[in-house]
């Protein structure tokens, strides 16, 4: 008994000394011991804070050792935190460690990414992971869950399909469920239940959301087999474990099925006001929040603005979003609704016709793959579909430019590509758009104005417009304005930047892409010296609008002003290794929506009626940057070089 009891005595006070130690130690550490404290209590403790703070010590004593960023950004990320996440693992990259850190960094920034819906910068983070360690089967994982929230359900398969192969560990009710959706997507019904069935096997009955994610995607599946009875059958089983309304899935279901009147039963009503709303509770009032409008609906047409808020509707109390949306669909098509909004503190009274929901239903991402098999169409679509968001950049200004007969301009837009890369989202609607702005506000006559879309964009289209159409129709005193929306794409071995037309193929760029030095040389022999090039791409092959050969890395690109005549400007949306980002809430590409917006008005900073190259340029990219900065947490810079004549080139004159 003795001997136990100072046995016990002597072990406290090692004890004591221990954490006296510790504290001497804790005064006089090195930036090397606090990274083994940080990685101590992130990775053996949860402690997420403590890491964290041990840390930021680190990096006071010496900012350039690596694994203090690794452990905070690690911390940081297991908290959640992901706006802190990010710009340590960004610095860990900078600073370039030897060892699994750098790759991690890659990794854990690609997920980061993801996890706040910035699926272009994850898809290029990833692809370094990836690349700097073949066999990862978790980026290839989180990778496919990017590609398949873009829409690329190919690849998104491919990678779960090859993490799987990898890390049989992997296979989880997870990754089943979004595996069963993307083969849903691409019409593959009987893979999709397959995977549905092995999911509904194993999640957790407490799981309700999987559950019910799980026994819709099964459902919808059986739709698409025709087998509408099992569908209706599973959506009431899924309400039933996990307790949701289910009302809008059945009548999506009858709707597909051509039975439209029981579609209307179900979903409460034909009527439809054409905008998304959520509830809105501040201080003494609350309502219906307007989060978007749909392009051409009503709601639209009469002016609601995204952030208005709905508090009445034919002169009752609006109270939810619920409230609201349940109001509008009992409404029979072509009436009048009186509504009352709270705009900026003031309330303003607005009456619109309310619609058919017919197209809304047309356009609902759940069905499309079925109705487009019904219509003899392609499978899916895309997971937001761009078609329907509107922007104010969208209604052209009031200002119209006399008409220049020997103003000529070529406006390509490739979103969709021969070859399935990845979608260059919104490039279409960017290009639509720029052509409306050429023709109706800026001076130049429809017939001298070439818009090339999709599959109208092949390289001989390229050829045929940029070098002969142009060198047959400009004169000396002319001008020109090339667009492009689309994705670019390096050669790996040369450097060399390519537009990457319809039937382009980043793997043989220089025989299926039109390059940058090529278009200038062309342009170049022009007799104008009034000649813009917009660019809303990029072009190092890192991610958003560039892509790059399989096994190549990324570049880091930057502008050679020795290939660009005097007698052109060239705008670009990014430099280096930047990638150019889409505005999603606006349905453009960042660089294309401000760029619309400056030449809308706002580009006019000094005031005196008239939009300049240079002045324009100067409004766009401190825009860019911020967006893309506050939004994104990226970086992207748009790019200027011009020489001084063309810096004051009137672009809008009011």
């Known amino acids: 008994m003795k001997k136990s009891g100072n046995s016990k005595v002597l072990i406290s006070l090692i004890s004591i000394i221990s954490v006296l130690l510790a504290g001497m130690a804790m005064t006089g550490c090195t930036t090397t011991d606090y990274a083994i ?8 403790k949860g402690q997420h804070d403590e890491a964290i703070k041990n840390a930021k010590q680190g990096i006071a004593i010496d900012p350039n050792y690596a694994p203090n960023w690794y452990w905070m950004g690690l911390a940081y990320y297991r908290k959640g935190n992901y706006e ?11 600073l370039k460690p030897d060892g699994v850190q750098f790759q991690s960094s890659y990794h854990f920034l690609g997920i980061a990414y993801s996890k706040k819906g910035n699926y272009d910068e994850a898809i290029r983070d990833l692809n370094k992971a990836i690349e700097l360690k ?32 990898l890390k049989p560990t992997l296979d989880s009710w997870s990754l089943r469920v979004k595996r069963g959706w993307a083969y849903y997507y691409k019409g593959i019904y009987n893979e999709a239940i397959k995977d549905f069935n092995k999911a509904i096997e194993n999640i957790e009955p407490k799981e309700k959301d999987s559950m019910r994610h799980a026994m819709r995607g ?27 309304d289910n009302n809008q899935d059945l009548s999506l279901i009858y709707y597909a099925m051509g039975d439209k009147e029981k579609a209307w039963e179900y979903r409460g009503g034909k009527g439809m006001v054409g905008i998304q709303v959520k509830d809105y509770k501040k201080e003494n009032s609350i309502g219906a929040e307007v989060v978007k409008t749909i392009a051409g609906g009503p709601a639209e047409k009469t002016g609601i603005l995204t952030g208005d808020v709905i508090v ?12 609201f949306l349940g109001k509008t669909r009992t409404l029979i098509p072509g009436i009048t609704l009186k509504i009352k909004v709270l705009r900026e503190g003031i309330e303003k009274d607005i009456n619109f016709e309310v619609a058919s929901a017919e197209p809304l239903m047309e356009l609902d991402h759940t069905i499309a793959p079925i109705l487009a098999k019904k219509k003899g169409k392609p499978e899916s679509v895309a997971s937001t579909p761009s078609s329907i968001i509107k922007s104010d950049v969208d209604e052209l200004p009031a200002i119209k430019a006399k008409p220049n007969k020997n103003s000529y301009a070529i406006v390509i837009g490739i979103e969709q590509y021969r070859q399935k890369l990845p979608k260059a989202d919104f490039a279409e609607h960017d290009a639509k758009t720029m052509t409306e702005y050429l023709t109706k506000t800026m001076g130049y006559p429809e017939e001298n104005v070439v818009t090339l879309i999709n599959d109208r964009a092949l390289k001989s289209d390229m050829e045929k417009y940029f070098e002969k159409w142009l060198s047959n129709n400009v004169e000396k005193d002319g001008s020109v304005f090339i667009y ?3 994705h670019g794409a390096p050669n790996p071995k040369t450097g060399d930047a390519f537009l990457v037309p319809y039937d382009g193929d980043p793997a043989f760029i220089d025989q299926t892409g039109y390059s940058l030095k090529r278009l200038y040389e062309n342009l170049g022999r022009l007799q104008t010296k009034d000649i813009i090039v917009a660019l809303d791409s990029c072009f190092s092959g ?11 890395r990324p570049l880091v690109m930057t502008m050679d002003k020795s290939v660009i005549p005097s007698n052109i400007a060239v705008l670009s949306a990014a430099s280096g290794e930047q990638i150019s980002s889409t505005y999603e809430e606006k349905g453009h590409g960042l660089f294309t929506y401000f760029m619309l917006k400056g030449l809308k ?16 340029f100067e409004y766009i990219k401190p825009q860019v940057e911020r967006i893309a900065r506050k939004t994104y947490n990226n970086e992207q810079s748009p790019q200027l070089i011009a020489p001084n004549e063309l810096m004051k080139q009137r672009l809008i004159e009011r």
């Open 134 to 165: 073949l066999s990862d089967a978790d980026s290839l994982n989180w990778r496919g869950f990017a590609y398949y929230k873009k829409g690329n359900y190919d690849e998104a398969i491919k990678d779960f399909n090859k993490a799987i192969e």
């Open 218 to 244: 099964k459902a919808f599946s059986y739709l698409g087999l025709g087998d509408k009875e099992t569908a209706v059958n599973l959506i009431k089983q899924a309400k039933s474990a996990s307790d949701y």
């Open 37 to 44: 404290y940080a990685k101590l209590y992130t990775e053996e």
């Open 601 to 616: 008005g706002e580009g006019d900073t000094n005031g005196d009626g008239k939009i300049e190259t240079g002045e324009l």
């Open 542 to 552: 890192a991610g958003g609008r560039s892509v790059i050969a399989k096994g190549a």
């Open 312 to 323: 009445e509707a034919d002169g009752i109390k609006i109270t939810s979003a619920m409230d």
């Open 84 to 94: 802190e996440a990010i710009p340590a693992f960004k610095k860990v990259i900078e």
């Open 484 to 486: 492009y929306s689309g």
